[in-house]
Every structure is written in structure tokens, then in C-alpha cells.
């Protein structure tokens, strides 16, 4: 089996770049979310102990939130510029915390899928952190590039389409409230509600595919069909809801972010493809 | 998923949840004895009530014998819905019947029966159906500490008591925590029996979705049969109380049925009011998505006062038009606090500063309609008022001009 040829120093630079700035992003969106409205860790917290929450005051669960959007937006400043394997794994730990939390907390539909909802946020760190550190060597004999990473996102996207995929089958009305305002603003027309629910349907049948692909097959345009689909739906809160939803889009920002990665490893790397990368991914 | 979690925690070396105490239930069911029971109100409160009740076993007939307090109107109604609660648990039952054709402002004295053992003892009066000074409780978030939300109710059970003019609650969502659990939605309808009073009187409840009451519990609780929830209740000829679903597609046929509504009950109705469960202009949390959806719609047809839940709170925003103040718009009040940990509200909020109200508490907000003038309380557990305002009926020139206008979105 001959040795793949690693991808260019200008790829990797651009796969790591991309990933900087999603979970620079990520991490500013859920900072926001922090400071205007809490997020499920302040119910947690906050929560009654009968209930299974901590009991703290209200005051004591506000800082914690207010000192975790603090820590939001260092962790995206070093991110972008010197990004560490420590911090992006706390990174990732507080955004699996928060996906517990909203679980534990309920009060929606499916709210027990948000971790696998989630998956693409908390994954993204992990992956930036897999591949920062190493760097391409420029001698003529390439060294074989780590595919860990991929492997990482790879699920992560899967696992976070086929969330989403199974709550558009159960025709999740705030998705079909998207719908029905993205159709009425982006185009104009007053789409019925069963039309609405039959496109959900439809949508989520292609999440359900896609997340099922993407394990198996290393294909760029199917990344890149995923990266395309995960910025318009994140775009979506901001055209129900204005810019005020700023940071609903900003917090899914891996939803795209991390197949775009992909798509871009993919796209530049076809002889990685081709021999032993699929193997050694899967 | 809440083991799984908890696990979670554990492993990321988080100091371990408290651990999780089991409610107790007041009244627990044997046999098929009649426990839990609950008046509800949809439509038509002058003519129809569902009585419902539960056994711990299911039984063969249920059935509600019905008196008029002058003995004139009788009847007996079997049971139309029965069924066993979904979830794990103790097996617990469910009757619903359905009540039709009742005299309007009339007591009815109930007897309820499930294969011959009976509760006796309790009554409930009919709405009036013509224009009368009337009173109706408003709340929401009863679901999450059992100590404040029997507090609350034996509170509601003293003003039903005290006050003969108040007819019922409309209650905004969220009476539990956990939807499915069948464990907490026992606690609640045993805590519910406090809302009767001493001597039997029970407090028709008109019931609206909150975000926790997921699954097929609610509907099995207070007999819906479908995901929809959203209706028009005629109370007093003159006030048309509109329940809506935050919780479903806000959008779509809910704001089309909304308009229709709002269209016909506008020149029909003295007062207008709205309940559902997601504030449009919170107090606390991110607005509700049918703030696109049904705030246009609110003002077009000048909605005299839209009842909220979910943000823990005490409010009353100032009127609203087009996004600011105005003294023609749609005043906002709620936010639950019906057995709830309470939140601090952010009265900076412009919809809360001057003219507006926030605060604290756990609350019930009483409506008084007495001809041209709605006044309104927001009474603390121990009936002591924490605000108050009074609203003047809008004239019939203001509605003709608003219905002229078109609609705007926020």
C-alpha cells in the first residue's frame, strides 16, 4: 500500500482556520446567549433540588453564566490566535455541559436529543484541537497526516443531521414556523401550513440520508452540501427573528463550520481518498 | 436521558447532583374511589363543563349525576372518555364527562361515580351567559415547588370562597416539570383538590399548553384529544377569552384561525383577552416566536389584554402599539407564579418602565369586569395586592379606526 500523500500546508492552514473561526464563533454566540437570556446551565443550577437541580440562589446561577460568557470570549480570542489543546477541551466540556443541562431541563419538544443536536459544537473544539498542534513537514518525504480528526467530525456532522432529521420527521413546529417565515420573507409567499409540514418532511428524510453518507462516504460535495444546508438553517433563526437571534446563529456556527472542514480536507486530498484514508477513518 | 445525564456529571468529576426527592402525593387513589377531580372549561362555560376524575382502577362505568341547586335540572352523564394514564407508575385512570346543556349562572351540585363508589359534596356554577360583573383568575407555572404551588391554591380556594363574582381560572401552562411524568402530574391533581373549597365549591379551570407539558399527559389530564389547543370561550355575553398555543406551530393555521377569531369576536365583544403560555414582551426570558405571528394581529384588532406565563415573574407592560408605547396598544401581563421559583425581572425593559410593572412573587392575577372597566390585581398568596390597574372598555369609534388600519409586524 503506498503512503498517502499529505494534504498542502495551504490546505491544513485553511481546514484549521475554518475551525479557529467556528468555535471562535461558537464560543462569542453562547457568550451572548449567556448574558441576554441564560442558558440551561442557569436552570440547572437555579433549578429545586426536588426537582434534581442544584438549589442555588438566582443570584449565585447569574454568575456563573455571567463569569462562563467572560471565559466564552477569552477562550475565542486565543482560539483565533494561539488555540491550545486544554482550553478547547473546556471548550468542549462547558458545550456538552450545556447540552446536558437543556436535557435535564426539558421544556421541549425533543429536548432529549440535544446533546446528539449538539454534537457538532461540542466535537469541534476536539477536532481543532486534534489537528492544531501538528504541522505539515516540508521535506520530500511526507508524513502520513493524522485522520483521527476526521474521523471526529465525521460522526459529529452525522450524528447532529440525524438529530435534526428526526425532529423535522416528528414535524417540529418551530421548524415549520421557519418555514413558513422564510418563505413569506425570502420569496413572498404565504406557504400553507401542510405544505410547510410536507417540505419538513421531505427536509428531514435528506438530513436522515446525508448523516448516514457522510460515515461512509469521503466525498467533498456531500460535505459541502452538508456545510450549505448547516449555514441556512443556522441563517433561518435570524430571518424568523431579526438580528436580535444574532446569537442563535453564531452558536451553531459548526454546523456548517465542521463540514466545510471536511469538505475542504476532502477536496484537496484525493490521494488520500483514494488509498488508505477511508480504512483508516472508518 | 436524566440518568445518562446524571452520569455525565459524575464522570466530568462535577460534586454529584442532589439527589432527586420523590414527590408525595396527598391524596392517593384506591380502588375506584373518585380522587383528583378537576371542572374544565373550554367553549362555552355557560352551557358545558367536563367534569373529570380519576380511579386507580379503571372500573366499568363512570358516571356524574348533576343537580340544580332548585332541584329543576338533573341528569346523569356517563363518562365519554376513560382511559390509563401513559407512563410508568402506579396504574392511575382517567374519566372525563362532558356536560352539556346546563343552565348559564346556575349551581350545579355533583355526584361522581365510578362502579358504585361515589364522591359526593362537590358543585360548581355555570358561567353567566349574559352581560354580568364577573371575575376570572388568571395564572401559570404552577409545576415546580409543591410547597408554593398549595400555598396557591388553597389561596384561589379562600378567594373562590370570599369572592361570589369569580367564576374561574384561566391558567396559562406548565403545571409540571416533566410532561411524562406520571408521577408528577399525580402530584399536581392531588395538590388541584386544594383549590376546593370547604364546602365542595370547585374552580373551573380554562387550561392553555405550557413548553413542559410535552406528551400525551396533558390531553389525557384535561381531556384534549389532539395537539391543537387553541380555542375562543364566551364568558358573560361580553368578554371572549381567547386560548392559544405557544407551544405548536405559531404560524401557519393557528394565526389564520387567529385572525378569523379576532375578526369576528372585535365588534362582538366588550373585552377582548388572550392566554397562552410564551411572553411576546418577557419580563425575563427571550420573547416567544409567535411574536412575528401574533402581535400584528393583537394590535390590528386592538386585544384589550394578553395573559402570560413562563418567565417566573410578576409584569404588566405598559400599552403597546408598533413596538412602543402607546395609549391605545395591548397591555401584557403574567409571568407565572403559581408554584414556581421566582425571577428577577428586568425592569429596565422599556415595555416595564414608567406606566409598566415588575417584579417578584408568587401570584394570581385577578380580573374584575364590571360593565366599561376591567380591574385588575395581581394578589400575592396571602391576598395581599402587589399591583394593580384598572382598564377602561375601548369605544367603538377605536375599534372601527383599528380595523381600518392594517396590520404591522412588530
Keep these: 500500500m503506498s503512503s498517502p500523500?499529505?494534504?498542502?500546508?495551504?490546505?491544513?492552514?485553511?481546514?484549521?482556520?475554518?475551525?479557529?473561526?467556528?468555535v471562535a464563533l461558537q464560543c462569542v454566540g453562547l457568550a451572548r446567549l449567556c448574558w441576554l437570556y441564560g442558558t440551561p446551565i442557569f436552570s440547572l443550577l437555579w433549578g429545586e433540588p426536588e426537582l434534581?437541580?442544584?438549589?442555588?440562589?438566582?443570584?449565585?446561577?447569574?454568575?456563573?453564566?455571567?463569569?462562563?460568557?467572560?471565559?466564552?470570549?477569552?477562550?475565542?480570542?486565543?482560539?483565533?490566535?494561539?488555540?491550545?489543546?486544554?482550553?478547547?477541551?473546556?471548550?468542549?466540556?462547558?458545550?456538552?455541559?450545556?447540552?446536558?443541562?437543556?436535557?435535564?431541563?426539558?421544556?421541549?419538544?425533543?429536548?432529549?436529543?440535544?446533546?446528539?443536536?449538539?454534537?457538532?459544537?461540542?466535537?469541534?473544539?476536539?477536532?481543532?484541537?486534534?489537528?492544531?498542534?501538528?504541522?505539515?513537514?516540508?521535506?520530500?518525504?511526507?508524513?502520513?497526516?493524522?485522520?483521527?480528526?476526521?474521523?471526529?467530525?465525521?460522526?459529529?456532522?452525522?450524528?447532529?443531521?440525524?438529530?435534526h432529521g428526526w425532529k423535522a420527521l416528528c414535524l417540529s413546529p418551530t421548524f415549520i414556523d421557519y418555514i413558513l417565515a422564510a418563505s413569506q420573507d425570502l420569496v413572498g409567499y404565504a406557504m400553507s401550513q401542510s405544505t410547510a409540514e410536507e417540505m419538513l418532511w421531505i427536509i428531514g428524510v435528506v438530513d436522515m440520508i446525508v448523516a448516514v453518507l457522510i460515515l461512509g462516504i469521503a466525498s467533498p460535495w456531500l460535505a459541502g452540501y452538508m456545510a450549505f444546508w448547516g449555514f441556512i438553517t443556522a441563517a433561518s433563526r435570524i430571518v424568523y427573528a431579526g438580528w436580535a437571534a444574532d446569537y442563535e446563529f453564531l452558536v451553531r456556527a459548526a454546523n456548517w463550520g465542521l463540514p466545510l472542514a471536511l469538505a475542504i480536507y476532502w477536496s484537496t486530498s484525493k490521494k488520500f481518498i483514494r488509498t488508505s484514508d477511508v480504512n483508516e477513518s472508518l | 436521558m436524566k440518568f445518562f445525564t446524571r452520569v455525565l456529571f459524575a464522570l466530568l468529576g462535577i460534586a454529584a447532583l442532589a439527589p432527586a426527592v420523590?414527590?408525595?402525593?396527598?391524596?392517593?387513589?384506591?380502588?375506584?374511589?373518585?380522587?383528583?377531580?378537576?371542572?374544565?372549561?373550554?367553549?362555552?362555560?355557560?352551557?358545558?363543563?367536563?367534569?373529570?376524575?380519576?380511579?386507580?382502577?379503571?372500573?366499568e362505568t363512570s358516571l356524574v349525576r348533576y343537580r340544580s341547586a332548585d332541584g329543576e335540572h338533573t341528569g346523569e352523564v356517563v363518562a365519554q372518555r376513560n382511559g390509563k394514564f401513559t407512563g410508568r407508575g402506579d396504574a392511575l385512570h382517567y374519566h372525563h364527562?362532558?356536560?352539556?346543556?346546563?343552565?348559564?349562572?346556575?349551581?350545579?351540585?355533583?355526584?361522581?361515580?365510578?362502579?358504585?363508589?361515589?364522591?359526593?359534596?362537590?358543585?360548581?356554577?355555570?358561567?353567566?351567559?349574559?352581560?354580568?360583573?364577573?371575575?376570572?383568575?388568571?395564572?401559570?407555572?404552577?409545576?415546580?415547588?409543591?410547597?408554593?404551588?398549595?400555598?396557591?391554591?388553597?389561596?384561589?380556594?379562600?378567594?373562590?370562597?370570599?369572592?361570589?363574582?369569580?367564576?374561574?381560572?384561566?391558567?396559562?401552562?406548565?403545571?409540571?416539570?416533566?410532561?411524562?411524568?406520571?408521577?408528577?402530574?399525580?402530584?399536581?391533581?392531588?395538590?388541584?383538590?386544594?383549590?376546593?373549597?370547604?364546602?365542595?365549591?370547585?374552580?373551573?379551570?380554562i387550561p392553555a399548553r405550557g413548553n413542559h407539558d410535552v406528551g400525551e399527559l396533558f390531553g389525557e389530564v384535561f381531556d384534549y384529544e389532539d395537539d391543537r389547543i387553541y380555542f375562543a370561550t364566551t364568558i358573560a355575553d361580553e368578554i371572549r377569552l381567547i386560548t392559544l398555543n405557544s407551544e405548536t406551530v405559531t404560524g401557519g393555521d393557528q394565526a389564520a384561525w387567529l385572525e378569523e377569531e379576532l375578526q369576528e369576536s372585535r365588534p362582538e365583544h366588550r373585552w377582548l383577552l388572550a392566554q397562552y403560555h410564551r411572553p411576546l414582551y418577557p419580563a425575563v426570558?427571550?420573547?416567544?416566536?409567535?411574536?412575528?405571528?401574533?402581535?400584528?394581529?393583537?394590535?390590528?384588532?386592538?386585544?384589550?389584554?394578553?395573559?402570560?406565563?413562563?418567565?417566573?415573574?410578576?409584569?404588566?407592560?405598559?400599552?403597546?402599539?408598533?413596538?412602543?408605547?402607546?395609549?391605545?396598544?395591548?397591555?401584557?401581563?403574567?409571568?407565572?407564579?403559581?408554584?414556581?421559583?421566582?425571577r428577577t425581572p428586568k425592569s429596565h425593559l422599556w415595555y416595564l418602565d414608567e406606566g409598566g410593572f415588575a417584579s417578584r412573587g408568587n401570584h394570581v392575577q385577578l380580573l374584575h369586569f364590571s360593565g366599561d372597566s376591567l380591574h385588575y390585581e395581581s394578589l400575592g398568596p396571602d391576598g395581599k395586592v402587589l399591583d394593580e390597574h384598572t382598564f377602561e372598555a375601548r369605544s367603538e369609534e377605536e375599534i372601527e379606526e383599528a380595523l381600518a388600519e392594517p396590520a404591522m409586524a412588530p
Excluded at chain 2, 373518585?34 to 362555552?44: E, F, G, Q, S
Design chain 1, 5 to 22: 500523500a499529505a494534504p498542502s500546508v495551504d490546505t491544513l492552514w485553511l481546514v484549521r482556520l475554518v475551525l479557529r473561526v467556528t
Design chain 1, 52 to 163: 434534581g437541580g442544584w438549589g442555588w440562589s438566582e443570584a449565585a446561577a447569574l454568575q456563573v453564566e455571567n463569569i462562563a460568557a467572560w471565559c466564552l470570549c477569552v477562550s475565542a480570542l486565543i482560539v483565533l490566535v494561539r488555540p491550545n489543546w486544554p482550553l478547547l477541551l473546556l471548550v468542549s466540556l462547558w458545550f456538552t455541559l450545556v447540552g446536558a443541562a437543556a436535557t435535564w431541563v426539558g421544556g421541549d419538544m425533543l429536548s432529549e436529543l440535544s446533546v446528539p443536536e449538539q454534537a457538532t459544537r461540542i466535537f469541534a473544539p476536539i477536532c481543532l484541537a486534534m489537528i492544531d498542534p501538528r504541522r505539515v513537514s516540508t521535506s520530500t518525504e511526507p508524513k502520513r497526516w493524522p485522520s483521527v480528526w476526521v474521523t471526529f467530525a465525521r460522526i459529529a456532522v452525522a450524528v447532529t443531521f440525524a438529530a
Design chain 2, 22 to 59: 420523590t414527590p408525595f402525593a396527598q391524596t392517593k387513589a384506591e380502588g375506584t374511589t373518585p380522587v383528583h377531580w378537576r371542572l374544565l372549561w373550554k367553549t362555552d362555560p355557560a352551557h358545558e363543563a367536563t367534569v373529570s376524575w380519576n380511579t386507580a382502577v379503571e372500573g
Design chain 2, 97 to 205: 364527562a362532558r356536560l352539556t346543556d346546563l343552565r348559564p349562572d346556575t349551581r350545579y351540585d355533583l355526584t361522581l361515580e365510578t362502579d358504585g363508589e361515589t364522591k359526593s359534596g362537590l358543585w360548581f356554577r355555570t358561567a353567566p351567559a349574559e352581560d354580568k360583573e364577573i371575575e376570572l383568575l388568571f395564572g401559570g407555572d404552577s409545576r415546580s415547588s409543591q410547597r408554593d404551588r398549595q400555598l396557591m391554591n388553597r389561596s384561589m380556594a379562600g378567594l373562590l370562597h370570599e369572592r361570589p363574582k369569580l367564576l374561574g381560572l384561566a391558567h396559562g401552562g406548565d403545571y409540571v416539570a416533566t410532561g411524562r411524568s406520571l408521577e408528577q402530574w399525580t402530584e399536581w391533581m392531588s395538590d388541584h383538590e386544594l383549590t376546593t373549597t370547604e364546602d365542595g365549591q370547585l374552580l373551573p379551570v
Design chain 2, 285 to 342: 426570558k427571550v420573547a416567544g416566536r409567535a411574536l412575528r405571528d401574533w402581535v400584528p394581529l393583537f394590535e390590528k384588532y386592538r386585544l384589550d389584554l394578553a395573559c402570560e406565563a413562563d418567565g417566573h415573574c410578576i409584569k404588566r407592560t405598559v400599552p403597546i402599539l408598533f413596538g412602543k408605547p402607546d395609549p391605545e396598544g395591548v397591555v401584557y401581563i403574567g409571568e407565572g407564579g403559581l408554584g414556581v421559583g421566582q
